[in-house]
């Protein structure tokens, strides 16, 4: 079956942009990761969501980071006024529900110059 | 809090070689503990996890890991490198399975 897939796989945005990135888990997954991974380094949480609401919205840097999955299903990360230091790959994982195997997408990778 | 240490970013094989990626932990609860490889320009894939049960644990592709508590380490080993280990590996550690603490990666290289 169809794994995690994520849009854009490249995003290339100017300073102060607003960026969204969208993430397609594995359908009947209720559970929903995003995550950073800057380079060098190892992936970073930011959000997850059980269903259609953030369980825990901790990872998120400042109020600039924001998502959402209206729906229970996709999910979409949104970064208003982008700068250099978000440059990274954003992924994306869904698991069955919490406490699963989670299932990495590809990632977004989001250049702001 | 949750945290991941692993020693050594680049760890360098001989093809047929013992691999030893190290992980050590720090957890106030009984953790979750995963090994996850990363492909050039692929996705995360979980290797294997530990969850409380049997301390050695194995997965795909011929690895394992031992949970040692009272060293607060989750070492992963391979007996015979191929040449198609070479990846980046990432140690993680999570409370009841939720979300994910990363280490920073070891990147696996092995030579002919």
């Known amino acids: 079956g169809a794994g995690v897939s994520q849009t854009p796989s490249n995003k290339v945005t100017e300073k102060g942009k607003y960026v969204e990135l969208r993430c397609d888990p594995i359908s009947g997954h209720t559970a929903l990761y995003w995550y950073r991974q800057s380079l060098g380094q190892g992936p970073e949480f930011l959000i997850y969501f059980q269903g259609t609401g953030a369980a825990d919205d901790s990872g998120l840097p400042n109020d600039r980071f924001f998502a959402v999955r209206p729906e229970g299903s996709v999910s979409t990360l949104k970064i208003q006024r982008t700068e250099r230091g978000d440059s990274a790959v954003y992924l994306c994982a869904s698991s069955q529900d919490r406490g699963g195997e989670q299932y990495f997408g590809p990632g977004t990778r989001l250049t702001v110059t | 809090a949750q945290s991941v240490t692993q020693l050594g970013s680049h760890v360098s094989v001989s093809e047929g070689a013992l691999v030893l990626l190290r992980c050590n932990y720090s957890s106030s609860v009984p953790p979750y503990l995963f090994w996850y490889v990363q492909y050039p320009n692929q996705g995360l894939q979980l290797l294997l996890k530990?969850?409380?049960?049997?301390?050695l644990v194995k997965g795909i592709n011929g690895f394992e890991a031992e949970f040692k508590k009272s060293e607060t380490s989750f070492h992963l080993t391979k007996p015979s490198a191929h040449m198609s280990d070479a990846a980046e590996y990432f140690c993680?550690?999570?409370?009841?399975?939720?979300?994910?603490?990363f280490g920073q990666g070891t990147e696996l290289s092995v030579k002919p």
């Open positions: 993680a550690v999570s409370e009841s399975g939720g979300k994910l603490i």
């Open positions: 530990y969850t409380s049960a049997a301390t």
